[in-house]
């Protein structure tokens, strides 16, 4: 089992920034892939950005590609992403999910443990 806690979300006006944080706890000793999902009300979850054990490799969904940055600090078994110049339909409650088998996916059914969700609110 793997927990993991999201942090960072909050209220910020358009062309902002905001970092989120997952920190995952427990089996943290298996390698896994880390994807960045969101979900607007009314809408399905999406995949955002997604990075591997190493941190070598990164992958984004089109919305977010040059604006959006995915890392990860082993040492400290959290990811991060960093959110700069925000929109307004970047407003989403944003989960981070971990999966040990299928690598860099936007598959959300192929990741085995999700956290709770951070808000993030993006006004103009």
């Known amino acids: 089992q793997v927990q993991l806690v999201e942090s960072g979300g909050g209220l910020v006006q358009a062309g902002g920034s905001l970092r989120l944080s997952c920190a995952a706890s427990?089996?943290?000793?298996?390698?896994?892939?880390t994807g960045w999902f969101r979900q607007a009300p009314g809408k399905e979850r999406e995949f955002v950005a997604g990075i591997t054990w190493s941190g070598a490799v990164t992958y984004y969904s089109d919305s977010v590609k040059g604006r959006f940055a995915i890392s990860r600090d082993s040492a400290k078994n959290t990811a991060y992403l960093q959110m700069n110049i925000l929109k307004p339909e970047d407003t989403a409650l944003y989960y981070c999910?971990?999966?040990?088998?299928?690598?860099?996916?936007?598959?959300?059914?192929?990741?085995?443990?999700w956290g709770q969700g951070t808000q993030v609110t993006v006004f103009s």
């Open positions: 427990g089996r943290t000793s298996s390698t896994y892939t």
């Open positions: 999910a971990v999966n040990r088998a299928f690598g860099l996916t936007r598959t959300s059914s192929l990741y085995d443990f």
